[in-house]
């Protein structure tokens, strides 16, 4: 059963970090691309941050850039997002994805086959 567990969410206020932690199990991830994604009430999700089989190649949303961190650890089907100098605007629930194919790392939704069941990061005022 291919499954992908989010944890690592919270309450913290404007200017702290979380890290969020996806554990992979099912089947061998190490040769797919993964990404995180998040989304509010009443809105699309939207793309986060993405990083190839090999980490090689990483996209963040403009949003998020210089303050959020991807990484992958193949040896252990672990994926990471390091969250500083969180925002308001970061409120969402986080979720973690992979694709069932394809090694490379892109922001789009519909390239994503398998997803986690989403994590909720609250950052106060």
């Known amino acids: 059963q291919v499954q992908l567990v989010e944890s690592g969410g919270g309450l913290v206020q404007a200017g702290g970090s979380l890290r969020l932690s996806c554990a992979a199990s099912g089947r061998t991830y190490s040769d797919y691309g993964m990404g995180w994604f998040r989304q509010t009430p009443g809105k699309e999700r939207e793309f986060v941050a993405a990083?190839?089989?090999?980490?090689?190649?990483?996209y963040y949303a403009d949003s998020v850039k210089g303050r959020f961190t991807i990484s992958r650890d193949n040896t252990k089907n672990t994926m990471s997002l390091q969250m500083n100098s969180l925002r308001p605007g970061d409120t969402a629930v986080y979720y973690c994805a992979s694709k069932r194919r394809a090694y490379s790392a892109t922001p789009y939704v519909h390239d994503y086959d398998y997803w986690g069941q989403g994590t909720q990061v609250t950052v106060s005022s």
């Open positions: 990083i190839s089989w090999n980490g090689g190649t990483i």
